[in-house]
């Protein structure tokens, strides 16, 4: 039996159970549990852990650490995030593996302090300038946001990618059952500076001199990340007439709300995507061809990946094309399965209209 | 599933009252969840948690329709009295809860002098365990014994040892006083 782990403080020891060398950060609400967790825990084992003056310097600061080779991480929600930017799109161009978590409180500008996916379209479309992309996976129960914090540092690595946890104010602040595993330690990646001249190979600030190269390889990498990173969590789609989707907090209130529907003999079933890049559209190839409409849930204004379920719905299958997909949006906060059954009976009464 | 709501003034003990059902849950082999509400809190404001165990997997974390509802002062009582599922109890501190407590006919309320029965232990601070006790026993998911256990578990995990005959101790009155 594992015992009762606040989510924060589950990622902040699955970082050090990986093998994080370094972590840098800045605190905000409702993150600030991963570093204070961090600053007890990461010298006990010999890391480094450092309260960088502001965001933007914490992230400089994860940068120059992963160009020695060190495992990395940086958390922080929302706004934080988007100081951040100019330095995850350095990390992108130099193609240096490192881990971000991004604990989402709802809203922009200063936002708020309630829980919400209002960070979809940034964390997923983009990553800061340039045509890069993150890897983001998102969590829906404490155990899971333990495992993709300790697989991501690997992830990273393997693809020189970015990887970005993307949870929400209410995962990171709830407690549940959670098991950790071995604690492993990890060599310096091999290609790392040393500040030894005489060994250290030169390595463009830039692309280098080789633009189209350069263009060439990413374009390759993002190929190879969304053929093989795609994952995805789903059940009851063969005869299914409605489909929710629902990542974090939401995915797993869905699965719960359509398995509940389900022993009521509703025929709807559901997707609950742990990849949002890449997005997981081979989800997709096992739905009922007669689905009568997809249904993004998600905990934010208007929405953010209920344009990726229309762009990847609409993809697969003969006649998805013309299956609606509509957006039931929750509000700040932690979804209800209230909230959703009812807005699940103006759907299907025609009360709500579709997004796409 | 069940859904318990923990509320009181900030001190009583309310999100520590809240873990321990969690603990008991997970010692007992099911699942829980254990959620506090976050965001613009008020020093001596009310502060409250909603723990969810299912034998297989609980959903959303999140407050909804509760069981039961510790409230250990009027604040407490007022804000969630609503909310109770039909046929669910309110479970109120009855030396702090001077509200008229008889608003519907579709609830239980039980009345606990838990103060009274800390205090009378010698320790005003185990009001919380007073309180879990006559939740468990108002519940009905655990035995006394299954809930000892679980609690003595989480607390022994935390170092908390020595005050094991205390806890066991609080817990029992409360259990004994529904």
């Not at chain 1, 280098?208 to 053929?227: F, P, Q, S």
């Not at chain 1, 559901?270 to 007669?290: D, H, M, Q, T, V």
């Not at chain 2, 669910?88 to 029965?117: A, W």
Request: glycine residues 12%.
């Amino acid at each position: 039996m594992g015992d009762m782990v606040k989510g924060n403080v589950a990622m902040g020891e699955a970082a050090i159970r990986a093998g994080m060398h370094m972590y840098a950060g800045y605190p905000i609400t409702p993150s600030t549990e991963i570093m204070e967790y961090l600053s007890w825990r990461a010298p006990q084992e010999d890391r480094v852990f450092i309260q960088a003056e502001s965001e933007m310097a914490a992230m400089k600061m994860v940068y120059g650490a992963a160009a020695t080779g060190a495992r990395v991480l940086t958390a922080s929600s929302g706004l934080g995030i988007s100081c951040k930017q100019e330095g995850v799109s350095y990390m992108n161009m130099a193609q240096y593996p490192g881990v971000m978590i991004n604990v989402v409180r709802y809203g922009d500008g200063l936002g708020s302090l309630m829980s919400g996916q209002t960070d979809y379209l940034r964390e997923v479309k983009g990553a800061g300038n340039g045509d890069a992309r993150m890897i983001v996976l998102s969590p829906s129960s404490v155990q899971e946001a333990y495992d993709l914090v300790y697989e991501a540092f690997d992830i990273s690595q393997k693809y020189k990618s970015l990887v970005m946890i993307l949870t929400e104010g209410g995962l990171g602040q709830m407690m549940e059952e959670c098991e950790y595993s071995e604690m492993k330690t990890v060599p310096f990646a091999s290609w790392g500076y040393t500040g030894d001249r005489s060994k250290d190979e030169y390595r463009p600030m830039g692309m280098g001199a080789d633009v189209y190269a350069h263009a060439l390889e990413m374009a390759a990498k993002r190929v190879t990340i969304k053929e093989e990173m795609q994952r995805w969590e789903s059940g009851f789609l063969d005869d299914a007439e409605y489909v929710m989707l629902g990542y974090g907090l939401p995915g797993r209130a869905i699965k719960s709300y359509v398995k509940a529907r389900r022993a009521e003999g509703e025929k709807i079933g559901y997707i609950r995507p742990i990849s949002l890049w890449p997005f997981p559209e081979k989800a997709f190839k096992g739905i009922n061809p007669g689905v009568k409409g997809f249904i993004s849930v998600e905990t934010s204004d208007d929405g953010g990946m209920v344009e990726d379920v229309a762009l990847y719905g609409k993809k697969y299958g003969s006649g998805f094309e013309k299956v609606p997909v509509y957006g039931l949006f929750c509000p700040p906060g932690i979804p209800t399965l209230r909230f959703i059954g009812e807005k699940f009976e103006d759907i299907k009464s025609g009360k709500m209209k579709e997004v796409f | 599933m069940k859904e318990v709501v923990f509320a009181g003034f900030g001190g009583q003990g309310v999100l520590t009252a809240g873990l321990v059902l969690a603990q008991i849950a997970l010692f007992n082999d099911k699942k829980a969840t254990w959620i506090p509400e976050y965001g613009a809190a008020m020093r001596g404001g009310t502060s409250n948690c909603t723990v969810k165990y299912d034998p297989e997997e609980v959903g959303s974390p999140g407050q909804e329709e509760p069981d039961l509802v510790m409230a250990l002062n009027n604040p407490s009582f007022t804000k969630f009295v609503n909310i109770v599922k039909p046929g669910g109890y309110m479970l109120v501190n009855s030396d702090l809860v001077t509200v008229d407590t008889d608003l519907r006919d579709d609830i239980t309320v039980l009345k606990i002098p838990g103060s009274t029965i800390s205090d009378g232990l010698g320790s005003s601070k185990a009001l919380n365990i007073v309180m879990v006790g006559a939740m468990i026993k108002a519940m009905g998911d655990f035995t006394k014994e299954e809930a000892i256990a679980g609690m003595n578990d989480m607390f022994a995990k935390k170092g908390k040892n020595d005050f094991e005959m205390q806890n066991v101790r609080a817990f029992e009155a409360g259990y004994e006083a529904v």
